[in-house]
């Protein structure tokens, strides 16, 4: 399978806990992207890497989210103290170098926050 | 706030009809593309169109772009049961590298 992997593909936590979420893009790919999609909502941007640099943080990334792309590879994305608003299919995408190249998209991971 | 707004939010047609989703953006754009999304699923990118094009066709999609009008609009002629999905427009902002923004969706559905 080369297409985008995420892990995993459902969680459900209690509200305060920590929760980690896995992205593998393409091999070739350096960009990398997390989105978040909530019920009946077009995804909204989380943020962007180019290789290991987090070039782009949304506003909508508060102090409680944190992204990674050690070695410029597989991504995480970690909310802690989750509350019921963090309740979300957070998305993945990878695209090849380049302007505004089309977005490869996993298959998300569903958030549930009880 | 979300650049691309899609309408009708929802769609319902028979099978082999064609099905018209339109799409509004709000600021200047490089391209638009069209992404379509299975229930629970992640978005599968259709058709992109560049900002100095005005139509393009891809199989049974014919996309057209009139950014005079800051519009766009995605054709699926035929429509077959297994076009059921929901259908987002996304435009680029040349002042932001590297970021899409999404419209809320068009849900089609399509009956047998």
């Known amino acids: 399978d080369t297409g985008v992997s995420q892990d995993p593909r459902h969680k459900i936590t209690k509200r305060g806990q920590n929760v980690t979420f896995r992205c593998d893009p393409i091999?070739?790919?350096?960009?990398l992207y997390w989105y978040r999609q909530t019920l009946g909502q077009g995804p909204e941007f989380l943020t962007y890497?180019?290789?290991?640099?987090?070039?782009?943080k949304s506003r909508l990334l508060s102090d409680r989210f944190s992204a990674e792309r050690p070695k410029g590879s597989f991504s995480t994305l970690e909310i802690q103290r989750t509350e019921q608003g963090d309740s979300a299919m957070y998305l993945c995408?990878?695209?090849?170098?380049?302007?505004?190249?089309?977005?490869?998209f996993g298959s998300g991971t569903q958030l549930s926050v009880l | 706030s979300q650049q691309g707004e899609e309408d009708p939010q929802a769609l319902s047609i028979q099978e082999g009809e064609n099905a018209t989703m339109n799409c509004s953006y709000k600021?200047?754009?490089?391209?638009l593309q069209w992404y379509r999304q299975n229930s629970g699923r992640g978005l599968v990118h259709l058709i992109l169109?560049?900002?100095?094009?005005r139509e393009k066709h891809s199989g049974r999609l014919r996309v057209t772009l009139d950014t005079s009008k800051k519009s766009s609009s995605l054709l699926i002629t035929a429509s077959r049961a297994a076009d059921t999905a929901s259908y987002f427009c996304?435009?680029?902002?040349?002042?932001?590298?590297?970021?899409?923004?999404f419209g809320r969706g068009t849900q089609l559905t399509v009956w047998p």
């Open positions: 995408a990878s695209s090849p170098a380049g302007y505004n190249e089309k977005l490869f």
């Open positions: 091999s070739e790919h350096n960009r």
């Open positions: 890497f180019q290789n290991e640099a987090q070039l782009e």
């Open positions: 600021t200047s754009i490089n391209n």
């Open positions: 169109i560049r900002s100095n094009e």
């Open positions: 996304a435009t680029d902002d040349d002042s932001t590298l590297g970021r899409l923004y």
